[in-house]
């Protein structure tokens, strides 16, 4: 899994995806040389609890079911655990925190 240090990248802002099957892209920046990184996340075919990136381009797939958030959270949870969202940007992590 790729994985972004929050210390070496500053996150600029969401896009919709231009990869097949994905919903967003968050667009990081490298501090040391200003170049930018794209993190692709979220199904376009799949719903999700909610949408908190501003975005809200596919409106039709937030379902706000508390079951399938829930089952979401505890199949992702040792995922979680084992990266350390304080210091690291992940596919998993905007997903989980702007998704799910």
């Known amino acids: 899994m790729v994985k972004y240090e929050k210390s070496k990248y500053k996150f600029?802002?969401?896009?919709k995806s231009s990869k097949?099957?994905?919903m967003y892209t968050a667009i990081l920046k490298n501090k040391?040389?200003?170049r930018e990184v794209?993190?692709?996340?979220?199904?376009?075919?799949?719903?999700?609890?909610q949408d908190?990136?501003?975005l809200n381009a596919y409106p039709n797939l937030v379902h706000?079911?508390?079951?399938?958030?829930?089952?979401?959270?505890?199949?992702?949870?040792?995922?979680k655990q084992k990266q350390d969202?304080?210091?690291y940007y992940t596919?998993?992590?905007?997903?989980?925190?702007?998704l799910w």
């Open 20 to 22: 097949a099957g994905k």
């Open 64 to 79: 706000k079911d508390k079951v399938r958030r829930r089952n979401f959270r505890n199949r992702f949870s040792g995922l």
């Open 12 to 15: 600029v802002r969401y896009e």
């Open 91 to 98: 596919p998993l992590y905007f997903a989980w925190s702007k």
């Open 32 to 34: 040391e040389n200003d």
């Open 85 to 87: 969202w304080s210091k």
């Open 52 to 54: 908190k990136t501003g």
């Open 38 to 49: 794209k993190i692709h996340f979220g199904d376009n075919k799949l719903g999700n609890y």
